[in-house]
């Protein structure tokens, strides 16, 4: 098998992950849900590139948070089906990752557009 048909194949498989992810995890389609208004508005507003770079790098932060803890939803659902306290806790601590980069993306988020809204009022 060549390089390329390699490389290929994990490409594929990486794409078929994030189309699992987004079509079995209402969360991951709420956080992509919400990140395209946030660009819409970024164009309107004309963000500069350094506003773009943390915007793009919290929308990242967020789904790929998200991703993680799909996988971990995943894992978990595959080795029990019963209720475990480590799965428990596994489980709340993907949850939280996903929580805290949420927060930190929103106060980004505020810092950004705030001063923009306030011009345009």
């Known amino acids: ?15 078929r992950g994030l189309y699992i992810a987004f079509t079995s995890d209402n969360s991951f389609k709420i ?4 990140a395209i208004p946030v660009i819409i508005l970024g ?22 948070s998200e991703l993680f803890n799909t996988a971990i939803e995943f894992l978990v659902r595959m080795f029990t089906g019963e209720y475990h306290k480590l799965a428990e806790k596994l489980l709340d ?9 949420s927060i930190i993306s929103i106060l980004l988020g505020l810092i950004i557009f705030i001063p923009h809204f306030i011009r345009t009022v």
Do not use: D, Q, T
């Open 31 to 34: 956080h992509f849900g919400v």
């Open 43 to 64: 164009f309107l507003l004309s963000f500069n590139p350094y506003e773009w770079i943390v915007i793009i790098f919290c929308i990242g932060l967020v789904l790929i």
């Open 93 to 101: 601590i993907s949850a939280g990752a996903v929580l805290l980069s």
């Open 1 to 15: 098998m060549s390089r390329f048909s390699r490389l290929r194949k994990k490409f594929k498989y990486a794409f």
